[in-house]
């Protein structure tokens, strides 16, 4: 890894707590797997965050819609400037790989917001709203549809949407021209599956979707026929929980290791972290190891840039913990105290410039 200098930006939700920092910045200790607060910035109720994909912004949901910023040379935020989303508070959110639009996911109206972003990094007019229609199987949770997750597939024609409501993935295709969608495909999950979180391999064959409500990743294939319809195939489904798990648990997390090596999830209630190796030719997973994080409610799990370290955000214990883990020997031992954070969602590392 050299002496590369990395930051660690962690997205909170804020009420509750009276500061109102709802971004905190990390500087990262790699050799020794820690991190130390380096910035807080002023935001409310941070459900997610992500970088564009040329590494020069950062985007937040927060209570207001969206917010913009500029990242700084030392990984500081410089705020650019934030836009309403016309509805309630998001639940996820990324760009396309062209970092011309940035998607949206409501999980509380299931509403689909699509906006352009400016040649600055800045947050411009919305272009597309899309709301799920339908009922899902389970009354009590799942009467209505919910949108967790989107993301473009790697050749930046398609958007997936996970719908957990409804147990299916809406693929929409993008026009680059205009923002809009026109949807042309759906990827159907097992009822009662609730499709949480997806995310595409490196080199875009592969798309790897992990269910909360029966705790599993389904791995597809990804292609385009002669017509340039999108086709997904299943090819294989790995339980992220260990056979002896605790019962009512909900899979969280999907994070892919910087190399694209390895894939890690988190499971609420059993309170685990659970790591697979990725074949690079087929795209199959392979446990590595399912282990307890030391806290509640791991909301986010990731590797460090060196997989030799693992960070857990435990979400209802208001922590971060800390992991040495050794892929071939399949162990994950707790390295140093927690860090107090509160509420904590989504956790991205970045490298310096």
Do not use: W
Request: with cysteine.
């Amino acid at each position: 890894m050299g002496k590369e200098k990395y930051v660690a930006y962690v997205s909170t939700y804020t009420y509750g707590n009276k500061s109102g920092h709802g971004i905190r910045i990390y500087d990262v200790d790699m050799e020794n797997g820690r991190f130390s607060e380096k910035d807080q910035v002023q935001i409310t109720n941070s459900s997610y965050v992500t970088i564009s994909h040329n590494q020069k912004y950062l985007y937040s949901i927060t209570d207001f819609g969206v917010e913009s910023y500029k990242i700084l040379k030392d990984g500081s935020l410089e705020v650019l400037n934030h836009a309403h989303i016309n509805g309630m508070r998001g639940r996820h959110l990324s760009t396309d790989y062209e970092d011309h639009f940035l998607f949206v996911a409501g999980y509380h109206d299931a509403k689909l917001t699509v906006l352009q972003v400016n040649e600055d990094g800045s947050i411009g007019e919305i272009t597309e709203e899309i709301f799920h229609k339908g009922l899902g199987s389970i009354a009590e949770r799942n009467f209505r549809p919910h949108i967790s997750c989107v993301k473009m597939t790697r050749d930046n024609k398609f958007l997936c949407a996970a719908d957990p409501g409804m147990d299916h993935v809406v693929v929409y295709e993008l026009n680059h021209a205009t923002g809009k969608l026109r949807q042309v495909d759906i990827i159907r999950s097992e009822q009662e599956s609730g499709p949480h979180h997806l995310k595409f391999s490196k080199d875009g064959k592969y798309l790897y979707i992990v269910h909360e409500l029966k705790n599993y990743i389904d791995v597809y294939t990804y292609d385009q026929d002669s017509h340039g319809i999108p086709v997904f195939e299943k090819i294989q489904n790995v339980p992220t929980l260990n056979t002896y798990h605790a019962s009512g648990s909900a899979a969280c997390a999907l994070n892919f290791s910087e190399d694209f090596q390895y894939i890690c999830s988190s499971n609420a209630g059993d309170n685990s972290a659970v790591v697979y190796s990725i074949d690079q030719e087929s795209g199959m997973l392979n446990k590595c190891f399912c282990l307890p994080v030391s806290g509640d409610y791991p909301k986010d799990v990731t590797l460090f840039p060196d997989n030799k370290h693992l960070v857990s955000l435990n979400h209802e214990s208001d922590t971060m913990t800390f992991f040495s883990v050794n892929m071939e020997k399949g162990t994950m031992v707790m390295n140093g105290k927690e860090l107090r954070v509160d509420q904590p969602n989504c956790i991205i590392f970045y490298r310096l410039k």
